[in-house]
């Protein structure tokens, strides 16, 4: 069953601006591993941004969990996001506050304005965060500042945060880019064992198409704002990458 | 030197005329610096001075030494107006702190609430509140509420705001909109995501600058007696006023002491924020 | 290859258990924030501050502007005689900020830990002159000069170079901390002396930084150089003094005015300089 569905899907940041997507169409089923490829500038970030919504589409549908999301107020759109667990490309952690408290505001969605403001969360919440910093290997940085952190384990607090969600589905925009080949290839095999351990879909967007094939089930893959290959990652043959990176030619 | 003789001379030329051209541009400016200076020398020190009512080096040193003879006896009552320095200077930073508030939120481009009224508003407070001298502030405040401490910490409250506004504005300005997008993201509420994208961005700034303003605003409340609003000026300038300069050093040294108290305060205080 | 899950027996023996503050941390912050709680209250009975009164002051304060110092009247401050002190307030704060200037760079030479001539006595000598210069209000240095030198603007003058000592003093230390060794290093090897050293290592690093704090020296100075006068340091101070004594509450209004003004352009013409020069760096 389908959980995420896009219709011709369009985006433009302004008015008068260029088209960044030209009408996408695709779906995310319940156990996809599904990576976005193709080059930079072809629109992968813009399309899981629009998403949650941090990117407004212009044109088009997107249903998530059975919901048109696009006519969503800001109420709606709140709680349709707690429902999305996002990992950044710069990890998009509060530097200065602990490792705990950047896991724990995974929960604000669920959190009252009161235990917001004194940062009480509730003690099932700080159990489950403990347990995810075992999981993810961070056990002993728990009260450690986030820029305390080496980058790798930096992506491991923001992978803490989006699973504290208990997300229905997880978006990934470049997680690993911003890391070395060895670490990136240790995040993106925890980041699917997890996927698998909580059996949550994924949408990711990745650069690196080594990486795409080994971990991901189905590519689907962009080019200038077109979709130019959707289908298994084991289906893929040289002509369609060469067909993708067309335009890259240098 | 051969490497040398084989340049051409013309090249060699080049250079050297264009340090001369530097040196002599270097020269001008000096000059013409200087003669501003003699100028202003001239205007001031010269026509406006009475060399002859100082009494010479003798009557200088003369009164110096008067200065030296500490005057013992005004120790116990220099206790009460110390602390009331110290407590002028820190009410005085935190009705500060609640009068930038606003005017940084006016102030910051990135959230003020209106770009065409409320920012040139919030950024003319801040340069009103800096470009009037607490000394200034301190008389307007006396006339409006009369004489006491609460002229003293209203005139460094203003004094006070120009200073945490804008620092805390460029705070604003300058956050990293990454953390702020993820707190959003998550389904964070408006608050939330000020409460934990940005607030924790900028407190160790905000904070710090405060107990930078802290340690000015002793200073400043030391002084705020000379015009009638309490504290350790108004001792100074009842010594001045009966020429007991053996006092007026007792004083000082006692302003001297209370701004040690507040260096080694702000500076523990500053590592426990940062 | 794949080496993140922890051991599973790791996990389970680890005590689930956390709180934002441990025993003695907690204790401290609380603690101190109580203290603070304290002071904080026990100051607004002491100094017997009604904090009705607080908020009353501003209306009062516009009140008061608004019946007795308005109108101001500008044709006091057009007059030559006062226009001379704004010239002579202006020429107190380029001399108080030059001399000041010129002084605090061999100071801050002295005090900076990195280049300081001598530990034992270059060292405490420039860090004493630049904090007593800080640690005093501007004030109080005229008054002290006024007293020993007479009223006028000799007082008013050395009073505003102690106070750029002391300002400019602390900024330009904090720079010459901050520069590359390197450059340092590399000229004490070719057997320079500490004046060449200085000239030709450190300040071609710290010239671009060094004209932007004397600008705003001059700027703070100027600020301060509007108010010595009213302590018999000479300038326009003087005359806000004067009418203030006599109650001639429309003049202080249009000196204030004046002043303000002033200052606004001072600070204004001088941020635009520093940006200018920022910028060339």
């Known amino acids: 069953m389908a959980i995420l569905e896009v219709r011709n899907l369009k985006v433009q940041y302004s008015a008068k601006g260029p088209e960044i997507l030209h009408g996408i169409d695709f779906t995310v089923d319940g156990d996809d591993f599904c990576a976005v490829i193709g080059p930079s500038g072809a629109g992968k970030s813009t399309l899981i941004r629009c998403i949650n919504r941090l990117v407004e589409a212009s044109e088009g549908d997107i249903i998530l969990f059975g919901q048109s999301i696009r006519p969503m107020g800001a109420a709606e759109l709140r709680v349709l996001r707690r429902r999305i667990g996002m990992i950044f490309q710069e990890f998009n952690l509060v530097n200065r506050m602990s490792v705990m408290d950047n896991v724990l505001s995974g929960r604000l969605g669920y959190t009252g304005a009161l235990r917001s403001l004194f940062k009480a969360f509730p003690r099932s919440d700080i159990e489950q965060a403990l347990h995810i910093l075992d999981r993810v290997g961070l056990a002993d940085h728990v009260d450690k500042r986030a820029d305390e952190l080496s980058g790798g384990q930096r992506q491991r607090v923001g992978i803490a945060r989006a699973l504290m969600q208990k997300p229905e589905i997880l978006l990934l925009d470049e997680p690993t880019s911003a890391l070395d080949p060895k670490i990136s290839r240790d995040v993106m095999s ?52 060469d067909a993708i990176y067309a335009m890259e030619v240098l | 030197m051969a490497a040398v003789s084989a340049l051409p ?63 013992f006896s005004l120790l116990p009552h220099l206790f009460v107006p110390a602390v009331e320095t110290l407590m002028i200077a820190t009410l005085g930073t935190l009705l500060g702190c609640v009068f930038s508030l606003p005017v940084a939120w006016f102030g910051a481009a990135n959230v003020t609430p209106s770009i065409h009224f409320f920012y040139p508003l919030g950024r003319f407070l801040m340069v009103l509140s800096r470009s009037i001298h607490e000394i200034i502030w301190a008389l307007l405040f006396v006339g409006a509420v009369g004489l006491g401490a609460l002229p003293g910490i209203l005139a460094v409250a203003m004094r006070s705001i120009g200073f945490i506004s804008k620092i805390t504005a460029e705070a604003i300005e300058n956050i990293d909109p990454k953390p702020v997008e993820a707190i959003r993201a998550v389904g964070g509420n408006q608050f939330q995501v000020k409460y934990y994208g940005i607030v924790p961005q900028i407190l160790p700034v905000i904070l710090g600058t405060i107990i930078f303003e802290w340690d000015i605003n002793i200073r400043r409340s030391a002084v705020m007696g000379l015009v009638g609003a309490g504290g350790l000026g108004l001792i100074f300038f009842r010594q001045m006023a009966m020429f007991n300069y053996g006092g007026v050093t007792m004083v000082i040294l006692a302003v001297l002491s209370l701004i040690l108290i507040g260096e080694i305060v702000s500076h523990y205080a500053r590592k426990a924020v940062i | ?69 308005y109108p101001p009247d500008f044709a006091y401050v057009m007059e030559p005689e006062f226009l001379r002190s704004v010239r002579q307030t202006l020429e ?111 300040l071609p690093q710290v010239r671009v930084a060094f004209t932007g704090i004397a600008i705003y020296t001059w700027d703070v100075a100027f600020r301060a150089a509007t108010v010595v006068g009213f302590f018999g340091g000479g300038g326009m ?29 001072a600070e204004i013409g001088s941020s635009w300089l520093r940006s200018r020069i920022a910028r060339m760096r």
């Open chain 3, 1 to 69: 290859m794949n080496i993140t899950p922890p051991l599973p027996k790791e996990a389970a023996r680890r005590p689930l258990k956390w709180s934002r503050y441990r025993y003695p941390e907690s204790l401290f912050r609380f603690g101190g924030l109580l203290a603070v709680l304290a002071f904080l209250a026990f100051s607004i009975s002491f100094l017997n501050v009604d904090l009705s009164r607080i908020i009353g002051a501003f209306p009062r304060l516009g009140e008061i502007l608004a019946s007795r110092y």
């Open chain 3, 237 to 265: 101070g003087w005359y806000l003094k004067r009418t203030i004594q006599q109650l001639e509450t429309t003049r202080v209004a249009a000196i204030l005015l004046v002043i303000i003004l002033l200052v606004s352009i």
């Open chain 1, 190 to 241: 925890l980041i699917s064992d997890l996927a698998r351990e909580f059996a949550v879909p994924v949408l990711c967007n990745i650069h690196d198409v080594q990486l795409a094939l080994e971990f991901c089930n189905r590519i689907i893959g962009l080019q200038d704002g077109y979709k130019k290959f959707d289908g298994p990652a084991k289906g893929m043959q040289k002509q369609d990458l």
């Open chain 2, 9 to 71: 001379g013309m090249r060699i030329d080049q250079v050297v005329t264009g340090r001369r051209r530097r040196r002599y541009k270097r020269w001008m400016i000096a000059a013409a610096a200087s003669l501003v200076i003699t100028l202003c020398i001239l205007d001031t020190i010269v026509a406006d001075t009475d060399w002859s009512r100082m009494g010479g080096a003798l009557g200088i040193l003369g009164t110096l030494a008067r200065y030296l003879q500490l005057d």
């Open chain 3, 92 to 202: 107190m704060s380029l001399l108080g900020g030059a001399f000041g200037v010129l002084l605090s760079i061999p100071l801050a030479w002295f005090a900076a830990n990195n280049i300081t001539l001598s530990r034992r006595i270059a060292y405490p000598f420039g860090r004493l002159a630049i904090i007593s210069g800080r640690a005093i209000h501007e004030t109080i240095w005229t008054i002290l000069f006024v007293s020993i030198l007479g009223f006028g603007m000799l007082a008013g003058i050395l009073a505003l170079t102690v106070f750029c000592v002391g300002f400019a003093g602390k900024l330009f230390a904090d720079e010459l901390e901050a520069i590359d060794m390197g450059p340092v290093e590399a000229l004490q090897s070719t057997g320079s002396t500490p004046l060449q050293v200085f000239q030709y290592a450190v």
